[in-house]
């Protein structure tokens, strides 16, 4: 060791060390991580470059090339046959998501601040819910539904994933809202707020972080859903992009750019929720409620 | 503006713990009462109890005469500042402080002046803009206070609200929080593991261990007559030297032998603790460190004071006196004292000096210029002597 590096500070040449072992142990790391990366985005690729093709392009033998001509034909062709059930999607994932995440942050808070006898034992069975799968229910949705002469199409998918919704929206407020100190719920009881109050002018306001979170889980799986959609829509007007979607593969002609332009085109509002609310998720705003 | 009446307030949690037993206190009109005691004594969940907060258990709770124990929190018109602050950290310090009056439907007029009052009564005129992240902990404990004085309540209720406080600022806010009641003349309850804190701050201070009141009194009266020997080794710092002693009662007078010491006891004080009929007996004898004095002091040392010779083990120097440490050669009964301080956990007195016995602290002069191995003479004021029966725990005047 040199005189100069001996005159540093103790501490120096330790943490220098560490910090030689930290990146040489990184390349190989983060070469592993760029081969999932790959691997994972192949199909991707594929999907994108193909898309742009025009019809006479799409054999397999040329699937990895990227496009001779670049045509938005298969784009034009995919929002043609899709564009009425976008709209059936979205009438169908608005209204859905801010349902199911309002009555998940009602959820939460009872469960978590405004506790009542037996709120465990409710979380518990909420909880249940979480694992029913679809088909178990197929049948005695269905028939629920013409019994009570619940209106068909969109409204019935609206409602079945909002009750989907409620087990996981309510645990994560629950577990959001936990955080919460119980001090502020009580300061809130002594400046005379009731529960209502407590939940609007307290508890709302700092719930962003949640609602975010909530949104996106909701509106990514209802906009994904086809199992409910397929059996609970039987008009196919009302059918929402998904079913619409598999439908485009049913013709004797396989488009592939078009296949491939409907997939993205179908895929793209859940990117671009991530993309926005993602900016959302706010830290720290909890910060200056109680002491450091 | 209100009394508050405790009538064997008593608190069992589901799971059978008993937090609080047979709570009875008066509380007076705009008087401040300090429920001190160490961490788990119950008192705060006495004071959740008053706030409603907490679902009394048996007893009965009245304030300004009425009955309490079954009005919701909110009808109470209690007003309470939490240990954390719990301020609403997504509103401004003007709304944080104006939360309550926009429930109570005070016209907006109103609350915009009485908002500007408050902050103009606790310097945070500057402030209302701001949010509770940007505050210091200093300023964000006045918010907490403002958000409970703008309500003008008939009872403030505080539970440990300097504690998250550095030192400095805590001594502070201490003065400021008593100027401000006495001016105010709210009736408040004032929660605290801090004695000095009780001692400064309280009207009165009542003493809780386990859930049981030990004594209620003015600071003075707690500190000078403490009715048991937790109360005597809780109140006051450094606290009271304790050990085993044994009364001599003859018709020379009364001595307590301690050690290899023998002290005499003025004979008023020695009737007033009824030591006459004790001779032969044990006792534990509690002495304040400020009440031992060193050589060439002249600190009142009663008519005829007691002398205990001491080597010293141990100095500490705080500024204004000098600790003296040394070990008396009797048995220590310092332990339910040390029980109070750690918050109910019994150490065993451990000689980590290696010397058997008592240890003891004298508060001595700062110059008095006493060394590590010194031997010196320490005289005990006899006058400032505390008895206590080593069965029940009580002070002997009690037993009479």
């Not at chain 2, 191995?373 to 037993?399: K, M, N, Y």
Request: with cysteine; proline share 6%.
């Amino acid at each position: 060791m040199s005189a100069a590096s001996a005159a540093r500070p103790l501490a120096s040449p330790g943490r220098r060390r560490l910090h030689r072992r930290h990146a040489s142990a990184l390349v190989p790391k983060y070469l592993g991580l760029l081969l999932l990366a790959v691997i994972v985005l192949m199909p991707v690729y594929i999907l994108v470059v193909t898309s742009f093709k025009g019809v006479a392009e799409t054999d397999v033998s040329h699937a990895w090339s990227i496009p001779h001509a670049w045509t938005l034909d298969g784009w034009r062709a995919a929002w043609d046959a899709l564009s009425p059930n976008l709209k059936n999607s979205v009438e169908l994932v608005i209204p859905a998501t801010l349902i199911s995440t309002v009555l998940g942050s009602l959820n939460g808070f009872v469960l978590s601040k405004w506790r009542f006898p037996g709120s465990d034992l409710v979380f518990t069975f909420f909880l249940f819910g979480m694992f029913i799968p679809y088909q178990a229910i197929m049948i005695p949705l269905t028939q629920l539904f013409g019994d009570v002469h619940f209106p068909e199409g969109i409204p019935r998918l609206v409602f079945a994933h909002v009750v989907y919704g409620i087990p996981i929206t309510a645990l994560i407020f629950r577990n959001y809202y936990a955080t919460i100190p119980n001090d502020l719920m009580e300061a809130a009881r002594m400046d005379r707020a009731g529960m209502f109050r407590s939940y609007w002018s307290v508890v709302l306001p700092i719930s962003m972080p949640a609602f975010v979170v909530a949104a996106i889980w909701q509106f990514t799986s209802i906009w994904n859903d086809f199992l409910f959609a397929v059996f609970i829509v039987t008009d196919p007007t009302k059918w929402p992009v998904t079913v619409a979607l598999n439908n485009t593969a049913g013709s004797m002609v396989t488009t592939y750019n078009v296949q491939m332009a409907a997939a993205l085109l179908a895929s793209l509002p859940t990117l671009v929720v991530y993309i926005l609310l993602g900016r959302y998720f706010m830290r720290g705003l909890m910060a200056g409620a109680l002491k450091g | 503006m209100a009394e508050i009446v405790l009538e064997r307030l008593t608190k069992r949690f589901p799971n059978g713990f008993q937090a609080v037993t047979d709570l009875s206190l008066e509380i007076g009109e705009g008087e401040l009462l300090v429920l001190v005691g160490p961490s788990g004594c119950g008192k705060t969940t006495a004071l959740r109890m008053v706030a409603g907060l907490e679902d009394i258990s048996s007893g009965d709770l009245f304030i300004g005469g009425v009955r309490m124990n079954d009005v919701l929190e909110r009808d109470r018109d209690i007003a309470m500042v939490f240990q954390n602050y719990a301020l609403y950290p997504h509103m401004t310090v003007a709304q944080n402080i104006a939360f309550s009056l926009r429930l109570g439907k005070v016209p907006k007029r109103e609350i915009g002046e009485r908002v500007r009052e408050t902050a103009t009564l606790l310097g945070l005129e500057s402030l209302l803009d701001r949010r509770p992240k940007q505050l210091s902990g200093g300023q964000r404990q006045r918010v907490a206070m403002g958000r409970a004085i703008i309500r003008k309540p008939q009872v403030f209720l505080m539970d440990e609200p300097l504690s998250n406080l550095d030192a400095q600022l805590r001594v502070q806010m201490r003065g400021e929080i008593e100027a401000l009641q006495k001016r105010l003349g709210v009736t408040t309850v004032y929660v605290t593991h801090d004695q000095v804190e009780a001692l400064t701050m309280g009207d009165r201070i009542a003493v809780l261990r386990e859930g049981v009141l030990q004594q209620i009194g003015r600071p003075g009266e707690v500190y000078d007559r403490p009715a048991n020997l937790f109360v005597a080794g809780f109140i006051g710092s450094p606290p009271m030297n304790l050990a085993h002693a044994t009364v001599e009662a003859n018709g020379a007078g009364v001595r307590v032998r301690l050690g290899s010491a023998t002290i005499p006891v003025p004979p008023e004080l020695a009737r007033e603790q009824g030591l006459p009929e004790l001779n032969g007996e044990q006792v534990i004898v509690g002495i304040r460190p400020e009440d031992l004095h060193g050589p060439g002091e002249n600190g009142a040392s009663g008519p005829e004071p007691g002398v205990l010779q001491a080597q010293v083990d141990r100095v500490e120097s705080v500024g204004a006196s000098l600790l003296v440490h040394f070990a008396v050669d009797a048995r220590d009964a310092k332990a339910v004292a040390v029980a109070a301080a750690t918050g109910g956990e019994v150490l065993e007195s451990v000689p980590l000096t290696g010397i058997e016995g008592a240890s003891f602290c004298a508060a001595l002069e700062p110059r008095s210029g006493v060394r590590i191995g010194d031997r010196v003479e320490i005289a005990l004021d006899t006058r400032r002597l505390h008895f206590f029966d080593p069965a029940s725990e009580r002070s002997t005047r009690q037993l009479l």
